[in-house]
Structures are given as C-alpha cells and as structure tokens.
C-alpha cells in the first residue's frame, strides 16, 4: 500500500497558498503530519479527502490518481475531519447506520454487525442509543473514528483528532487509533510533537505548504543524539543566547530562571550540560533550519 | 450600546444584496401590478363611466394589504435572522457576556429589523406611485393623485401590522432559537385568518375585530359602501378599524412584555422546554466501559453498483423522511392541512349559502386545493432544511467523503418530499372520509379519491419537490431560495397581467379540473397530463442541473462550481438530458399547437374592442331592419356523447309578420357551433362575419306579408381542442341550449329602450315570437335523450343508439333544453300532470321536495290565476360544470343544477329549503315569464323575477309559515343591499332595472311586491296581477313595460298607495330605522306601560330624507317570552326622532320595529329592543 503526493498545489481565491507543489510518499503504518497551525495540513488531509481539488499536481493510491475516480478511492477512504458535527437528534447507532448506507453497505445484516462492531472498537457500545450531540469531546472523537471504520478503510485520515481532549481522553483515543492503524495508512495530523512520538512510525514536518523533513521519529531523535545542551540562564540573557546559540526551546522553572536548550555539534562551553534529545528538539531544529 | 446593536445590525443589512433583492422585487412586482391592472401591457380601457378607480385610497389600501402579506415572509428573513445570526454563529456565547443591558440587545435587533422592513415597504409605495404617474390621469382608471391615500394605508395598516408581526416573530425566534419557527409563526397568522374568517360567518363584528391584518374590519365599515363611494372616500379609520388595531397592539404589546421579562441572555435559552414535546430527561453523566474483545471490524461488502445506489438513495429518503415527519413543524403543517380542509369544507357543507353534501368530488376541490398551498410551502421549507441540513449541522464533511453518488444524494431528498407529501395527501383521505362520516355521509369514492389524490395532486406536487430542491441547491442561502421560490409560485399570475396567456410560461399550472358525478373528468384529462408531461420534462432538466451543481466537498467560487458541473457532465447524463429536453421541446410544440387552435377558436388574435367594432360598422346599420319570425323548427339532433360531438338539421318555416315586404335576412348562428345555411330562395350574400358568426342576405324575390319560407340549417359542434372545450356534449350529462340554433334578428343594441318608449312593445325581450318545435332526438344506447315537449315517439336500441321523437303540444317561447345522459326517472300524477324527474342514480336526496314545491306551486297559480297549460313536467338534472346552482324553465322542462339535487336539506333546516323554493320559483315563470312576456325594455326582469320571486314568496309562506317568510325576506334585503355595494355602473329604480341587476329584481322586487300585498292583501295584489296576466297572456302584437303593470296597479288601489308605488318601484329607497330606547313601567294591575323612542332614517335616491318630507306608516311589533306576537302597533311618522305610548296586558319580553320586514333596512340589528 502506497500513497504518493505528487507536485501538490493549491491557491484559494483570497491568494493564500495553502498547498505549495508538495511532494510525499507514505506507505502502511501510523503516519504523522506535524506542522503550526495554518502550515497547510488540513487543507492537505482534505485534498487527499477529494473533498477538495488541487489546481496542479496528482494524489496516488495505489498507483491510482484518487481525483480520476473519486468514488473508486472513496471505497477505501477513511477520513475524520478536524471539526465536525451530527444531526442534532441522532444516536450513535443511527448515525452509524446511515454512515453505513451512505459508504455502499447494502446488506442490512453486515451493517448491523458492522456498526456494533465499530461501537465496541471504539468503546461506545453502552452509548449507542444516546444523541451524539451529547457525548463529550473525547467520545464524540471516538465516534469519529467509528464512522470512518465501517468501510474497513485502507488509508484512514485523522485531521488534528486529539486537539481539546484531556489527557486520559487522548490516550484512550490514541490507543484507539493505534489498534487500526498496524494494517493500513493511517496519516495523522497535529501541531502536537507528543502525538507523533507516541503513535507513529514515521512523520513529516510542513510549512507554508510543503514538507521540510520525513522521517522516522526514532531516526530524528537518534540524528541529534550528542548534540542538545542544555544550561539555566536568566530571564535577561535569553536574546544574547539566540544570538550566539542555536537556541532550539527555552522554559521558565520555578525561580523565574530560564532552561533552554541549543543544538551544536560539540559542546559549547562548559555552562552546558549534554541532555537526551526529544522529538520536539528534531521539531524545532527543522523549523529553524528552513 | 443600543445604538451600537442598532447600527451594526443596520449597516448589516444595508451592505447584504439580499436586502437590494428584496427591494428591487418588491418594487418591480408593485410596478407591473399597477400598469398590468391599468391595462398598460394590453390595451387601456376605453369605459370611463363608474370604473372601479386603481388609485382610489381605498384600492390603494387594498393593493397595500396585498402586498403586506408577501412582506410577512420578510419578517422572519430580516427581524428573524437578527436575532437568529446569534444563535447559527454561536456567537451568543461570546456575546452575552459582554455587559449589554437586555433592552438594548433586544431593542437594537427589532428595531434595526423593522426598520429595514420598512424601508423595503416604502418601495412599495413609490412603485405605486410611478405607476400611476406612467398610467396618467387619462387612463380611465386613474383618478387625481392623492399623498393621503398612501400616508392613511401607511400609517394605519402597513407599518402596525409590519410592528406587530415582527415584534411576535422576534418573540417566537428568541424563544426557539430557531429561524424555522419564526416562518411557522406567519404561516399561523394566516391560518388564523383564515379560521377567523370562516367561524365567525355568522359573526361579521368579531371577524372584523380579530382579523391580524384589520382586512375585515375595512371590509366591515365599507361593506355598503357603492362604487362611487370606494373611489372617493378615505378608508375609515375610526370605529371597528380602531379597536382592531387597538387590540392587536395590545396583543403584541403584552406579549412582547412577558416575553421581555423572562428574555435572559444566557447561554441555556430560559424558553427551552417549551418546544419539545417530551420533556427532557435529566442528562446522566455518560461513561463508557473498556471493551476489548473486538479488535477488528469484519470486512463488508461495498456496493457501489447502480441498482445498490439506487437502494440506498430511497433508504436514505426514508430516513430523511422519518427526521421531517418527527419535526414539530410537520405537526404543525398536518394541523394547518386538517384546519384548512375542516373549514373550507365547512363553507360549503355548513356556514355558506347553500349547505352541501360532503361529496368526494367536493372534498377533492377547493378544501384540497387549500391543503395542496400548505403542502406546496412544506414542500418548499423542508427542501431547504433537507439541502442544508449537513452543512448547517457540520455533517457535510463525513457525508461528502462516502461513495454516496451525487444523484443519490440529491435523489434522496426530492424523494423524501415526495414521501412527505404522501403522508400528507393519505392525511387528507383519512380527513375527508372521517369529514363525510361525521356528516353521515357513507358513499365513499376511495377510487375517485385515489385518482384525484395520487394521480393528478401528486405529480403536481412532486414537480414543486424537484423544483424545491433545484432552487435550494443552487442559491446556497436559505433565503433567497425560499423567496425565489415563492415568487415563482405566486409570480405566475404576474404573466396575465403582462397580457402573456400561455401556459407554456405558467410554471406548474393548470386549468381547474371539474369533475361531476355524470362525466367525471370529461375530456379534460388529456390537456391536463399534456401540460403535466410538460413541467415535468422541464423539472426534470432541472433536477439534473440541481445534480450538476450539487455541492460536494468544498468549493470556493462559482468558476470551480461550473467546472465541476462540466465534468459531472457524462454521457450517462447527456442521453437522460438530450431526452428530457427533447420531451420538453415535443409537449411545447404540442401545446403550442393546441393554444393557437383555442386561440384562433375564441378570435384571441384579435383584441376584443376591435371584433366588436368591426362588427358593428358592417352591421350596425340593419339594427332596425324588420325580419320574418320563426314559426316552426324541425330539428333533427344526433348527440353522440363518446365523441363529445352532435350533429343537427334544422328546417326553420319563417313567416312575414310585418305589413311590408322582407328583402334581408340577418341570420346569426350559434357562436361555438358551425353552421351552413342553405336559404331556399335566390339570394346573394350582403355582409358575413366569422368570428361573431352572423351574416346578411339579400333575398332576390322579397318575402311578402303573411308568406312564409324555409330555411335550412347543417348544424355541429366546433371540435375540443385538448386544452379547450368547445363542444357541450360530453360523455354523460349533455346540455345543450338553444343557443346551438340559428336566430334571425340584430342582437347588439347598445341601450336598452326605456319602459315609455311606447316602440318597445313591439318586441319582446327574448326577440322571438312563440313557436312549436319538433325534435328528433337521438343518442347513445345507455343514454335517455330529452326535448322541449310532448313525447310522441321512441325507439330503443337501433344502430346501437335510442331514437325519441317529441313535439310541443302550443306554441312555446324560443328558450329549449336538449339532454343527453345515464338518467333514472322518477315519476308521478298530480291533478292530470306528469311529474318526471330525470336524476342522477345517486342524487335521490331532495327529489321529494322539489316535486312537493311543484305541486304548491300549481296549487297556488291555479287558485289565484289559472292552469298549468301543459300534461308534464319534466325535471332535468344538469351537472354543476354547465352552469351555476341554478334552475331554468324551459317549455315544460325544468333543467335544474346538480346543486339542488345534493344540497344538504338537514343541515340547512333553518335556513331556505331550497329545492322547494327553486322549483315553486321555476314552474311560476309559466304564468309570469312564459305566458306573458314582456317587453324588449328596462324594467322588463321587474315583470318576470320580481313578480315570480313575490309569488314563491306566498307560496313557500304557505308551506312553512310566517317565521320561515321572515327569515327569506330578511335574505332578500341582504341581497339588495349587498348587491347594491357591488354595483359596477348605476343602481336603477326597479322599474328600469336592467337584466344584470339581480340584487334590485329579486332582492328588491320580491321585498316590495311583499310589501304591497301586506298592504293591500294577498287577494287584491293577485287580482291586479291575475288581471295583468289575462291581458297579456300569449299576445304577440304588444308586449307590456314596467309601466304598463304600474299604471293597472294604480288604477286598481287606492290614492293612498300611491305614493308607496312611487317609492317602491320608481325611486330608491330603503331606510336606516331603529329603535333607540324603551322605558317601561308596570302598573298595579299587571299592565305594562311603554314609551318607545325611535328614529326613521329614510334614503331616498341617496339623499336622507329631513323631517317632515315623508309620510310613512311603521309597524311596531311585542312580543311575550314565547317569542309570539302579542301586539302590533301600527304609527303614522313625518319625522326622524318618534316617540310612542301604549299600554299593554301581557308581560312584553321584547319589541321589534318593523316585524314583518316591509322595509329595507340598511342594519336590522338596532330595530330590536329586549328587555
């Protein structure tokens, strides 16, 4: 299973570039789209939703330009927007049985069997018969990912899900997301660098359009071992260091005295102490690089 | 702050198109309206005399309320989506918390709202304006401009009621928070009307207070109001208009109060449970156990084949179906729908003027046409609700992303409200089944219910569903769909006052489908499936643009909306298309075709001024030329129903009545019929005109005194058009009249002699001596066929047809019937007379009661006149499609309307028995109609309708007694008076009353001539009119005036009457009486002593009378606790102001001026005090 983005652009009408000749190639497993926010990734994720069409450039699955046959990728298509809504008065279960109708499931009895299962996977049986418009955020992300299971999707996207959840409402989710994700292509969206880290065998970073870095997050994080310092400085001297130093992060601790954190190959004085690189140092490093 | 809200929400609104849309509408339909009814596109009036004025202030007022129901949709679109915004954007969150005083937010919004409502009202105005300044004073329809005439509709109706509808609007929307609710809220406005308008039939006063939009309370102040009257007054804004005003402002005040007072802007609308139907639950706080035993979800099958897709489009229809008919807003429109049908049904089966049986063919007329207009604005609400349904609830995404076809998808939501109208139309079966029970009326037709429901309403409806859908699409916005959608449907009478009469521009319109029990449809169906076939291929065309343009995904500009369309455009939808297109261009063409044929039929291609001027100018000057009388008619007719054809000959012998000799004939033959004459002397042809169907011959040899000649006449029916019927016959319940034969004679005389044109009584006023005719009549082997006269002859079965020979027995007068139809006979003998009635199998009901005002009405001729001259009489019963409610006599048949068989006598017990009455009324044209005619002169209906109508008067007083006269009398003076409000042109005297002026011949004439016999007697008013008869009685050398009868009638009373003959028949009057108060006091053995003050307010001519001018007498009557008449006191009065004393015996429970109703009175209420 392949999905290749290809020269990827797209202009809207009040001249935002949101898509800038994007190149990408993503294969089975959890893949994590990382970037700010307005960098470009949703409106990626709904191209590669044919809910939206590019000005140039292709989308292949397969070997197969998506947009040439929409329905015929649809078959296979798993998406999950970053902000959605319900009918108002609508259980799950309801929901999920038009979602059901509406992805071609003719048979009554594999969508009775489907939508239950779906319920159970994404633990929401016991609320079945509950209006979804009364769910919280986590269970209503949860139904999300039902609504996109029940065609057993190749390619499953998920638009920034873990965004407003706490943090045992994200764990949940994720565990979720990781349980369906070892079989297909799974692309996951987030200015989260905690999500990727946990979740996904490989990742791009992308800005203003285009993707800066694909990697393997242990790959990334293995690449900076040896070369993050770490030293507590004042408040004051912050703008010097940037001067000076790669300054990748900086945090407050609790006498008000700053910790930051800088890349350089080699030590550079004795002030710094070496420090296990993250994933959010990688994150950073490519933003500062480009 | 407020004005901070204020001015936002006001320059909102001044920058959205939207609101230049609705302006710009607005101003264009106002425009076209003026100049259309001005005649600007077709032609300008020429008549100048008494037109009903355009701009008059009270025609002003009028188009201004008209109007100001199309404005009501606009209160929920601007005051509505003021609030509303709010609330779709979320935005209320943030805003509420801002520290805004409620009266300022609340304020601000309505306010800003009204105002751009307003604004939008004064287009109206201007438009108004501009049209009449474009029509100029010279346009016979215009008078002087009036500023006062638009400033009064303003100030009193237009902007109250924009006030208080919007304030009740902004209520229901800040309470439900829904856009929706607030369009249910006019909708309920209306049906309020409606409802108000058709409980209180029996209630005027109330119907004019509660009316919303004060439309009642104007009718109710100028209800007598006379042409002259509507084009000069201002409309009166004091008495009942106030308090309707007042009281809807206290409506809506108080109601704005209690809603203001519990208004809070809070984040839970304090109103939330007020529009569910169950109350909520208590919300649990929702967990979820871990359950781990499914770990994958099984692979399914996914189809996205055709037939799968197609499957899936309807489950999904359903589902979106079963969302609509959960709503509260369904509730609503099946209530509105029942509501609608009870009360329409009511009109004709309980409140109206005739109570009717509930028959299917009733329920399926106008009470389904009244619940087709709410299933229309369902049609049109829910298509919006469905189209933006995922988007508004964010689902949009999810859906687009499934391999859900965009044909299904849109195919689902038309289907859905097509489902939803089903349920709606079996709504009404059940209603109108559940109606007849209720009216114990048990002849279900589910066959001819189902036909009119499913068969001809639905695809109708299902046209407005895919037309819905198509709008909706493609407008994005809610609103400007609902609006372009209710101006198609009420914009297509527009294309008439554009001077276009196509159907092929008259989106999803056709001709009223008249169905009767004898013929059901007839022949109208196919026209009417031609016009369906065609607004179907268009809507059809439509519904695929709407899939070419169905909105998948996210697209930003309508560049990207057309390249998508493009794409989408396959050949699978190109073969559907070509084929749609080429149905549409093939039933176009069709009707095209059939329109030129009805148009060249009706001589449409010509202005109707100019045929009659053309015509005139050609014939106009034999309009004196003296003709031979037709003596005797041959007539061979063959009606042959199937084929909606006859065919007839007719040999006409013609006699030289005159003194000299006749050398042109001026033959005119029947307007819908083609007709060849073949005159049997040498001749050549003067003058022909074919679109009047009239000729002049020249005869080479003259026709001398006494001669007589033969004419012959080739006669048939012009052939139906498929969208028109030119042809009488049809399949079962021919009517054919004696308009069918040829008549010689000039017919088109402007004015009518006056009654002292000694020259009128040369000719009567049907321009044809008595004659006999002879028919052959012939028709379908089912069918039984009737003539004028007696029947000789009859021969069954022959060639598959029935054969009847009938002849009269003496000379009749040239009206004749001839019939065709599946009839049952009903029969008896009374004194030597063979009553028939020739019915309808299922029209049983009243043919009793019919034969019984027969036999009273022979009766009562024969005692005060003399026999009835012929051996039958035959009743025949026509359809209500032919013509009217009504009855005729003709000869010895009567043809009675189907409405006299099917009225619903029990319901109606306390008003006129009607069958009775219509039949005495009928059979004593033969004394006062028949045996005499009088002349061809104004005043000639005072001779037939007044004196007949007089006559049916005693006759049905006879049979049901004092009280049932009152009430017929109380009838009759509503009816002049009515009437008279309604006059066009003049009010004539009755003894110049013209033959269109109904109200003064029966209404009037039956009053006075009942007035006269209270005075004079019943014996010695008949003596006159029995003398008046044996004088005239079949003459043909003088025929009498109006004058002629008044000159015996003053010959015949004493001098003292005289000056009620002048006031009666020669001048108009009628009285505003009543008693203004009674003071009694009861003496100590037992007797009552009363003084009654009353006034006499006598019109005469339109003048008030002052004191001393008249003399009258007045009868004032007492009546006991039984309601029985204990005294009457008869008082001479010459003033306004009266006063009379009496004593009385018996204890008086009320006293009525006027009892016996001699007088018309302008209001009959204040004649009565109670005690």
């Not at chain 1, 993707?211 to 912050?238: M, T, Y």
């Not at chain 2, 309920?188 to 309370?217: K, R, Y």
């Not at chain 2, 076939?533 to 695929?544: A, F, R």
Request: proline share 3%; glycine share 6%; charged share 20%.
């Amino acid at each position: 299973m392949k999905l290749v983005i290809d020269k990827l652009s797209k202009t809207y009408n009040n001249g935002v570039k949101a898509i800038n000749e994007l190149n990408l190639e993503v294969r089975t497993g959890m893949f994590g789209l990382l970037g700010a926010n307005g960098a470009g990734k949703s409106s990626l994720m709904r191209t590669i939703a044919t809910l939206q069409n590019p000005d140039s450039g292709h989308i292949y699955f397969n070997e197969q330009d998506i947009h040439q046959n929409k329905m015929a990728f649809r078959k296979v298509l798993g998406y999950l927007p970053q902000e959605f809504g319900v009918y108002a008065k609508d259980s799950a279960e309801q929901l999920l049985h038009y979602f059901a109708i509406l992805k071609g499931i003719s048979s009554k009895k594999d969508r009775n069997k489907i939508v239950e299962e779906a319920l159970h996977l994404t633990n929401l049986y016991d609320v079945r018969r509950k209006r979804v418009s009364t769910y919280s955020g986590g269970m209503r992300q949860r139904f999300g990912i039902a609504q996109l299971l029940l065609n057993n999707p190749q390619l499953i996207i998920v638009d920034e899900p873990t965004a407003g959840l706490d943090p045992t409402e994200r764990n949940r989710f994720l565990n979720v997301l990781r349980d369906i994700g070892s079989d297909n292509i799974v692309i996951f969206s987030t200015h989260l660098v905690e999500d990727v880290k946990d979740l996904c065998s490989e990742m791009a970073i992308i800005r203003k359009g285009s993707i800066l870095s694909k990697v393997a997050p242990i790959n990334a994080i293995r690449s900076l071992e040896g070369k993050i310092w770490k030293k507590i400085i004042s408040k004051s001297d912050l703008e010097k260091m940037k001067a000076r130093f790669k300054v990748l992060s900086s945090s407050y601790n609790e006498d008000n005295s700053l910790s930051i954190r800088v890349l350089a190959v080699e030590k550079p004085n004795d002030t710094f102490v070496a420090i296990a690189p993250t994933l959010e140092d990688y994150y950073f490093s490519i933003l500062n690089l480009n | 702050m407020k004005s901070a809200i204020f001015n936002y929400e006001l320059k909102y609104w001044l920058t959205s198109p939207l609101t230049y849309l609705f302006a710009i509408a607005f101003f264009a339909l106002a425009l076209v309206m003026m100049l259309g009814t001005g005649g600007y596109f077709d032609g300008t009036p020429t008549e100048s005399a008494n037109v009903r004025l355009l701009n008059s202030p009270y025609e002003i007022n009028f188009i201004f309320q008209y109007f100001g129901k199309f404005l009501l949709f606009l209160i929920p679109v601007i005051v509505g989506t003021c609030l509303y915004r709010d609330y779709k954007s979320r935005s209320f969150h943030i805003t509420y918390s801002f520290p805004i005083p409620k009266a300022d937010y609340l304020f601000g919004k309505l306010l800003s709202g009204l105002s751009i409502i307003l604004i939008i009202s004064l287009f109206i105005g201007v438009a108004l304006m501009l049209g009449e300044w474009m029509l100029g004073t010279e346009n016979a329809k215009i008078g002087a401009f009036n500023i006062w005439a638009y400033l009064c509709s303003y100030t009193f109706f237009t902007i109250p009621n924009l006030l208080f509808f919007s304030v009740l609007v902004f209520i229901v929307v800040g309470m439900s928070r829904n856009i929706y609710a607030g369009f249910i809220a006019v909708l309920l406005l209306f049906l309020f009307q409606i409802i108000v308008e058709n409980v209180f039939t029996n209630n005027q006063f109330l119907m004019a207070l509660l009316d919303p939009f004060g439309q009642n309370a104007i009718s109710w102040e100028t209800k007598l109001w006379t042409r002259a009257e509507k084009n000069t007054q201002f409309i009166p804004v004091m008495g009942i208009v106030l308090y309707n005003r007042l009281l809807w402002a206290g409506i809506t005040g108080t109601a704005f109060y209690l809603f203001y007072k519990k208004f809070e802007l809070l984040h839970e609308s304090p109103f939330n449970n007020w529009f569910s139907f169950f109350p909520k639950k208590n919300k649990k706080n929702i967990t979820t156990k871990i359950n781990n035993k499914v770990k994958r979800i099984s692979t399914a099958v996914i189809d996205t084949s055709f037939p799968t897709q197609l499957r899936a489009m309807f489950e999904i229809a359903l589902i979106d179906f079963k969302y609509m008919a959960k709503n509260w807003m369904f509730v609503l429109f099946a209530l509105f729908g029942l509501l609608a049908l009870v009360f329409t049904l009511l009109k004709v089966t309980n409140t109206g003027q005739f109570n009717l049986l509930p028959l299917t063919r009733i329920i399926v007329s106008t009470p389904l046409f009244f619940y087709s207009l709410i299933v229309i604005l369902a049609t049109f609400l829910y298509g919006g609700m469905l189209v933006h349904r995922a988007k508004n609830s964010r689902m949009n995404q999810l859906i687009d992303a499934t391999t859900f076809a965009n044909w299904s998808l849109v195919g689902s939501k038309i289907v859905a409200l097509i489902l939803l109208q089903i349920t709606l139309l079996c709504l009404l079966l059940l209603g109108g089944i559940a109606i007849q029970i209720y009216n114990g009326y048990f002849h279900f037709e589910l066959g001819q219910y189902l036909f009119q429901l499913f068969v001809i309403t639905l695809p109708m409806l299902a046209i407005w569903a895919i037309y819905s859908i198509f709008v909706h699409t493609l407008s994005r916005n809610l609103f400007i769909g609902l609006f372009v959608l209710i101006l198609t449907w009420l914009g297509i009478d527009g294309f008439e006052q554009l001077g276009l009469h196509t159907q092929l521009l008259k989106f999803n319109t056709y001709p009223t489908l008249n169905y009767n029990d004898f013929n059901g449809y007839g022949q109208q169906l196919s026209g009417h499936f031609l016009l369906k076939g065609y607004w179907l291929s268009v809507v059809n065309i439509l519904g695929i643009i709407a899939y070419l343009f169905w909105e998948r995904g996210i697209t930003t500009s309508w560049k990207e909306r057309f390249s998508i369309a493009k794409n989408r455009m396959s050949r699978i939808v190109w073969i559907p298309l070509l084929m749609l297109i080429g149905a549409f261009l093939l039933f176009g063409f069709k009707i095209y075709q059939e329109e030129l044929k009805t148009a060249s039929a009706l001589g449409f291609d010509k202005p109707k001024g100019k045929i009659m001027s053309n015509f005139k100018s050609k014939f106009g000057k034999y309009a004196h030329t003296p003709q031979p009388q037709i003596d005797f008619i041959n007539l061979e007719l063959a009606i042959f129903p199937k084929q909606n054809n006859f065919k007839a000959k007719a040999i006409y012998t013609l006699k030289n009545n005159t003194s000299a000799p006749i050398d042109t004939l001026l033959i005119k033959t029947g307007f819908d019929e083609i007709t060849e004459t073949f005159i049997q002397k040498k001749y050549t042809l003067l003058e022909t005109d074919s679109i009047m169907q009239y000729a002049a011959y020249q005869l080479q040899e003259s026709l001398l005194p006494n001669e007589t000649m033969s004419i012959h006449f080739d006669i048939k029916n012009k052939s139906n058009t498929l969208l028109m019927r030119n042809s009488e016959v049809i399949k079962n319940g021919t009517y054919l009249k004696q308009d069918i034969l040829p008549r010689l004679g000039y017919f088109y005389e402007e004015t009518k002699k006056e009654p002292s044109d000694t020259t009128a009584r040369t000719d009567n006023y049907v321009h044809s001596n008595y004659l006999n005719i002879e028919t052959k009549i012939s028709t379908s082997e089912a069918q039984i066929a009737i003539a004028p006269g007696d029947l000789i002859a009859e021969k069954g079965g022959e060639n598959g047809r029935n054969y009847y020979h009938y002849k009269t027995p003496k000379k009749v007068k040239f009206n004749f019937s001839f019939h065709s139809a599946n009839y049952k006979k009903w029969g008896e003998v009374y004194k030597d007379i063979d009553i028939a009635v020739f019915h309808h199998p299922n029209h049983t009901n009243n043919i009793e009661k019919m034969v019984s005002g027969l036999k009273a009405a022979i009766d009562y001729n024969l005692k005060y006149f003399n026999a009835y001259p012929f051996k039958n009489i035959r009743v025949v019963e026509y359809p209500h499609t032919a013509e009217g409610y009504s009855a005729t006599l003709m000869a010895n048949n009567i043809p009675t309307s189907e409405i006299q068989f099917i009225i619903n006598t029990e319901a109606m017990k306390d008003k006129i028995d009607m069958p009775f009455y219509v039949m005495a009324h009928e059979l004593t044209h033969q004394w006062f109609g028949n045996d005499v005619m009088p002349a061809d002169a104004l005043g000639a209906k005072m001779l037939t309708e007044s004196i007949t109508e007089y006559i049916s008067l005693q006759i049905y007083k006879q049979a049901f007694g004092q009280q049932a006269l009152n009430n017929f009398l109380q009838l009759q003076h509503k009816r002049y008076l009515r009437g008279r409000a309604k006059e066009a042109k003049k009010e004539h005297a009755l003894y110049r009353v013209k033959s269109e002026q109904q109200y003064i011949a029966y209404g009037k004439g039956a009053t006075v001539f009942h007035t006269l016999s209270h005075y004079l007697g019943e014996e010695k008013l008949n003596g006159v009119l029995k003398a008046y008869l044996m004088q005239y009685k079949n003459r043909t050398d003088t025929y009498p005036t109006s004058l002629d009868f008044i000159a015996m009638l003053q010959e015949a009373t004493d001098e003292s009457f005289h000056y009620l003959i002048d006031d009666f028949f020669k001048t108009k009057t009628f009285y505003d009486n009543s008693i203004d108060e009674v003071k009694y006091t009861t003496g100590e053995n037992g007797q009552q002593q009363l003084i009654i003050a009353f006034t006499i307010n006598k019109y005469q001519n339109d003048e008030l009378l002052a004191d001393g001018t008249f003399q009258e007498d007045i009868e004032i009557g007492f009546f006991n606790e039984n309601k029985e008449v204990v005294h009457i006191e008869k008082v001479k009065v010459g003033n306004k102001a009266n006063r009379v004393t009496l004593e009385l015996g018996d204890k008086i429970q009320s006293v009525v001026l006027d009892p016996n109703y001699l007088y018309i009175d302008k209001n009959r209420k204040n004649n009565q005090y109670k005690m």
